[in-house]
């Protein structure tokens, strides 16, 4: 996703709005910035710490980069850009309520596409299958396997970053769920990476 730069003015105005959550990387604390600015990432990484934090800002997916650059320092006798990242509240909100909700990492299979399978998640993949053939497709995808975790935004985004190189764009939609890759080693690759967040059974259809 393509990032809006705006100020550190900007960010705070929007933050005084609660329409924005900021938050900053940076282990060492500048007097410049809200101590809260530091405690936000510290719990952040917290709450996601099965996400690597090299990797935590693209999990994160803020929408912004407050761009900020520092007082002169007499000691370096230059000026540093820093940055700061901020995510629309509303949508950290979802991001928080994904984390806390069980439901599915689901695997979809389509004749046509016998070498494509299409991983996404959902509170009920019968339900979300149904909205996906109602879409006009002349072929019709199959529901081939759901397993049922804690937390399906995480798994689904550990699975999409595992399989990133058998990523297929497809003008079915969104590419980002389209994989070319077999059912079996779908299948693997989902339970491997989700064997700390399964919520019960698998099922395979």
């Avoid at 069980?102 to 959902?122: D, F, M, S």
Wanted: hydrophobic share 35%.
């Amino acid at each position: 996703m393509r990032r809006q730069k705006i100020t550190l003015e900007q960010a705070i105005q929007l933050e005084n709005n609660n329409e924005i959550f900021i938050y900053y990387t940076n282990q060492i604390e500048l007097d410049v910035f809200n101590p809260l600015w530091y405690q936000n990432y510290h719990d952040l990484a917290n709450k996601y710490r099965k996400v690597d934090l090299g990797d935590l800002i693209n999990y994160l997916d803020p929408e912004y980069i407050i761009e900020v650059l520092l007082p002169y320092d007499i000691n370096t006798n230059n000026r540093e850009w820093v940055y700061l990242y901020g995510k629309i509240q509303k949508k950290k909100m979802l991001l928080d309520q994904n984390s806390e909700k069980g439901k599915y990492v689901y695997i979809l299979t389509n004749k046509a596409y016998p070498h494509i399978c299409k991983i996404g998640k959902a509170v009920n993949p019968q339900k979300r299958i149904k909205q996906i053939n109602n879409a006009g497709n002349v072929v019709e995808w199959e529901l081939r396997y759901a397993l049922p975790v804690i937390d399906d935004y995480l798994v689904e985004y550990f699975v999409h970053k595992h399989l990133d190189s058998v990523r297929y764009s497809s003008y079915q939609g969104s590419s980002r769920e389209f994989f070319e890759i077999g059912l079996k080693e779908a299948i693997e690759i989902i339970e491997n990476l989700g064997k700390d967040f399964t919520n019960g059974e698998p099922t395979y259809y």
